[in-house]
């Protein structure tokens, strides 16, 4: 199966994983590590949809999924590597009913190939592929300006870890500060042009790894906050911004928190 056939292949996924999602009103949830950390069944059953899809592709499949993670040691480089949030914003699914996303990224030897972020309440499947540009429902996102921080609303993810003073520049820097406490939607916003850049200091691999390839396909800054691009097969902080957004942050994200802070 080349890459093409492989795109065509994941996108035939997405009316599934809507159905899945909005058919079942009636779900358990469960708490993880604590009262904000929720796992509902429609999660999981999503999780299982979507892994379901990939062990049926030819060859050895590595999965690394949110809902199944097991914190084995992955090989970065592996031939088909998968990385998956089946509900990324679970607490906005519960809570709101919308502003939440399915994100699905495809590795092959160490590079991202292909990335998906499905905004499932808006019908939103945004699309990358490397060399090809990122996509919104197959219409190729225009090119965006290199915003500066006094010109940009930026999105922060405001988890419990955050350094206030960290957060007290961006507000007193920044034209505004946003959040849609969904990794995805609010890293689509950078990707769109809306956000100037979204801070968040500490995600699984699930939470950013779209964003590399995006990323890339549209000329913006990814790291984590020392600059350095992250394991992704690893939790860690990561920022995406315009470049000119990232030079005017990155001296005060460097001491934000340690890349160690997050665990799952
Ligand atoms: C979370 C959301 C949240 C972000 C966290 C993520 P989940 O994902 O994206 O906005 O602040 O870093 O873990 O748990 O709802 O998939
Ligand atoms: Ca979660
Ligand atoms: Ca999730
Ligand atoms: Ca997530």
Redesign the pocket.
Known sequence: MNIDQLDQEVKSWFPEIKDLIQENTNYKTKEKRDFRDLATEI?IAVQELIEDHIKQLPGKQVIIG?ETYGQTEVDPEASHLWIV????G?ANFVKQKENYATMITYFSHGQAKLAYIYDVFRDELYSASLGGGVYCNGMRLDPIPDLNLRESLIGISPQHNIKRDYFYYIAENAFDIRNYGCSSLDGISVIKGQYGAFVNPGGGPWDYAPFILMAQEMGLHFSNFSNQMPDYTKPSNFIIASPACFSELESHIKSYTDTGNYSI
């Open positions: 999660d949110e949030d089946p509900i990324d679970t």
